[in-house]
């Protein structure tokens, strides 16, 4: 309990990581229930293509080229470019802590090949890479969750890596081997415990890369056509920007809004999990 206090009050120094918090929250609310309450399905054809926000009351923020409804879109929206943010960074924190702890563990030749495997995903920029594999794979949900986990797993991977390899020469390492534990329960147990705080905190900030690799996919017209996502919505209106700012202006507001506030609770996370920072004020 302590030390959940101490971190909560670390965490609360700083303002910008509150605040962040809290426009997540919201984010999370729209994701899970703000379907139930969207007054229109978002494919739907409600009213006038380009109608301009804040005209009509029932909606708010305007209609897109074929008469549907952006506000609705924008609240939809948020469940599907949260998932592929979450799930892709869950998929690709499980390959990089996997591969960077048995490379940092172990040592020698298992460390050099499984550094010049990570070195060949290094080798070709991230989106490009994303872009390759989702067209091949046609676009779809299971495909960008795929892709963007492949291309971000290699940073947590070496993370991972160096950590082990300074906590293995720890103490308490030592007195569980004497102790006759095995490798996996030593890796499990003793290791990747104390090396979850760097872990946790480049997580945080991966979700935001994930948003915005799925939004500049669906911009390229590589993101699901099925799903409504908030780079799906910005996707289209890039055709009529001059015409109908507010299609590609309200969910680009939601997709910058939401990786800030997840960089502002990553930077949060990092004073917090940081005991150092207890003697500094802001």
Not at 121 to 127: E, I, R
Not at 132 to 147: D, E
């Amino acid at each position: 309990m302590k030390t959940h206090s101490r971190f909560w009050r670390r965490f609360c120094r700083n303002k910008g990581a509150v605040v962040g918090l809290l426009i997540l929250a919201i984010v999370a609310v729209l994701a899970v229930v703000g379907p139930a309450f969207a007054p229109n399905d978002p494919w739907a054809m409600v009213d006038q293509p380009f109608l301009a926000p804040f005209v009509e009351h029932a909606l708010p923020l305007g209609t897109d080229t074929l008469g549907r409804d952006i506000f609705s879109g924008v609240i939809y929206g948020a469940r599907i470019s949260l998932v592929i943010g979450l799930v892709s960074t869950a998929v690709a924190l499980l390959i990089g802590v996997s591969l960077g702890a048995v490379s940092g563990y172990f040592g020698g030749w298992v460390d050099a090949s499984l550094m010049r495997f990570t070195e060949l995903f290094q080798a070709v920029p991230s989106f490009a890479l994303a872009i390759v594999l989702v067209a091949i794979f046609q676009p779809s949900v299971t495909s960008i969750v795929a892709s963007i986990a492949l291309v971000s797993w290699p940073p947590v991977a070496r993370l991972v890596r160096s950590e082990f390899l300074t906590l293995r020469q720890r103490d308490f390492v030592q007195a569980a081997l004497l102790a006759g534990q095995s490798t996996p329960r030593i890796i499990l147990t003793q290791i990747l415990p104390n090396a979850l705080s760097p872990i946790i905190v480049m997580g945080s900030l991966m979700v935001a890369t994930a948003i915005l690799l799925e939004s500049s996919l669906s911009f390229l017209g590589l993101g699901d056509p099925n799903l409504m996502s908030w780079g799906y919505m910005v996707g289209s209106a890039r055709t009529v920007l001059l015409q109908a700012w507010w299609m590609a202006v309200f969910p680009g507001l939601a997709i910058v809004l939401t990786v800030l506030a997840l960089n502002l609770v990553g930077e949060g996370l990092n004073e917090g999990l940081d005991a150092r920072t207890d003697g500094r004020t802001k």
